[in-house]
T-cell receptor
Framework: EPEVTQTPSHQVTQMGQEVILRCVPI?????FYWYRQILGQKVEFLVS????????KSEIFDDQFSVERPDGSNFTLKIRSTKLEDSAMYFC??????????????????FGPGTRLTVL | GQQLNQSPQSMFIQEGEDVSMNCTSS?????WLWYKQDPGEGPVLLIA?????ELTSNGRLTAQFGITRKDSFLNISASIPSDVGIYFC?????????????FGRGTQLTVWP
């Protein structure tokens, strides 16, 4: 069964450093998302992306964050200058276009296993 | 933004018992989803609900989309040890272009053999 993959599984960085988190969405999906989950808290939406553009972003997704689809398979989240409070699990999700098949496939976001980011 | 209240926060039950958890929101959603998360993993979809009043089953799991569109519940019947994990409800915002999800805080389920 196709799945979303993410690398690395764990990233440790110093405060102020740049990090890039990578995701490979399911191959025929065209909607992409990033979410984060601070330890012990709920999953929070960061950004959605379609057709090489940000569709929507939350208040968390400030100027320190950016997303990119550099090629036909990868979807990346960059944090330019990490802060302690950026420590969290970051989940990538992807979704098929409506009409691509039966529900729930076309309406559901499928999540990757996450990258645990630790900022020291 | 939309607020989802999920309860209970945690449950400790014996194998074979039934479990019920629910979610209420401050706003209307057009889709309710229930996910399970195992330690160190991403959320895995259990059940998706698309219409008010809809009742859907997936094996021992049953979920319903509330008539008011502001609530949903998930039932697990005859629990087994592998049901252990965190269960999240999520609502899909009908005003969101690509269907941004709002998550509840989760219900931590522990099943004793």
């Amino acid at each position: 069964e196709p799945e979303v993959t993410q690398t690395p599984s764990h990233q440790v960085t110093q405060m102020g450093q740049e990090v890039i988190l990578r995701c490979v969405p399911i191959s025929n999906h065209l909607y992409f998302y990033w979410y984060r989950q601070i330890l012990g808290q709920k999953v929070e939406f960061l950004v959605s992306f379609y057709n090489n553009e940000i569709s929507e972003k939350s208040e968390i997704f400030d100027d320190q964050f950016s997303v990119e689809r550099p090629d036909g398979s990868n979807f990346t989240l960059k944090i330019r200058s990490t802060k302690l409070e950026d420590s969290a699990m970051y989940f990538c999700a992807s979704r098929a276009l409506p009409g691509a098949g039966e529900r729930p496939t076309t309406d559901t976001q499928y999540f990757g296993p996450g990258t645990r980011l630790t900022v020291l | 933004g939309q607020q989802l209240n999920q309860s209970p926060q945690s449950m400790f039950i014996q194998e074979g018992e039934d479990v019920s958890m629910n979610c209420t929101s401050s706003s209307i959603f057009n889709t309710w989803l229930w996910y399970k998360q195992d330690p160190g993993e991403g959320p895995v979809l259990l059940i998706a609900l698309y219409k008010a009043g809809e009742l859907t089953s997936n094996g021992r799991l049953t979920a319903q989309f509330g008539i008011t569109r502001k609530d949903s519940f998930l039932n697990i019947s005859a629990s087994i040890p592998s049901d252990v994990g965190i269960y999240f409800c999520a609502g899909q915002d009908r005003g969101s272009t690509l269907g941004r999800l709002y998550f509840g805080r989760g219900t931590q389920l522990t099943v004793w053999p």
